[in-house]
């Protein structure tokens, strides 16, 4: 069965959803994440603040990144289920990493994602949104396991597992922001993986 291909109104509202996104980071980059208006974004874009808005409910969302999400749920739920629950989640946000930051990926795409990761950790209150995001994330990646959602103690653990894997993601996303994208970011969550499993990375 193919998939389904985007109408023309969903493209329109992707590309005006990416263009919104694009002139707010650069705007939080160049100027400082509070010093820079919705209105300062709207106008940048070409755009009413209302449309803004509407595809991004708070000013923290402007630097949200949906995309990982959904390829490393894709990732989890295509994975074997007879895998440990940390194989299975850690090679997806390795496979992830990889496309987003990989030979096909571009340039701009990936300046935008350090971009975003930088203004993330720099800035408080889009501190406490991500930790959301993450939350958000760790459900996504429980539900994509399939595991039975009856048995406490199988959600207790798949959770735990996840929770672990993203802790170690993290920690990689932080080193590649300081590396500035040098170094491999597919590489630098295996490595953080491999260490939070005791080994020596």
Not at 24 to 40: K, M
Not at 46 to 65: C, I, N, Q, W
Not at 145 to 158: K, M, N, S, W, Y
Not at 182 to 193: C, K, Y
Request: charged residues 25%; glycine residues 6%.
């Amino acid at each position: 069965m193919s998939e389904r291909k985007p109408t023309l109104r969903e493209r329109q509202r992707s590309e005006t959803r990416h263009a919104i996104q694009t002139h707010a980071v650069r705007l939080f980059t160049d100027r400082g994440y509070d010093a820079v208006t919705v209105a300062d974004v709207a106008e940048a874009a070409g755009v009413s603040a209302m449309t803004v808005y509407r595809h991004f409910p708070t000013k923290e969302d402007l630097v949200l990144v949906d995309q990982p999400a959904r390829l490393i749920a894709e990732r989890v739920a295509a994975s074997a289920a007879d895998e440990p629950v940390v194989r299975r989640v850690g090679g997806a946000l390795v496979e992830a990493a990889a496309e987003l930051t990989g030979v096909a990926a571009s340039a701009a795409g990936e300046r935008f994602l350090l971009d975003c990761l930088r203004l993330m950790v720099a800035t408080p209150a889009l501190r406490a949104r991500h930790l959301d995001s993450q939350y958000a994330l760790q459900e996504v990646v429980v539900d994509a396991l399939g595991c039975d959602t009856t048995d406490p103690e199988a959600v207790f653990r798949a959770r735990a597992a996840t929770s672990a894997c993203l802790a170690a993601m993290h920690t990689a996303l932080t080193r590649w922001a300081d590396d500035d994208g040098r170094t491999s970011l597919p590489d630098l969550i295996a490595r953080a993986l491999d260490a939070g499993a005791g080994g020596n990375g």
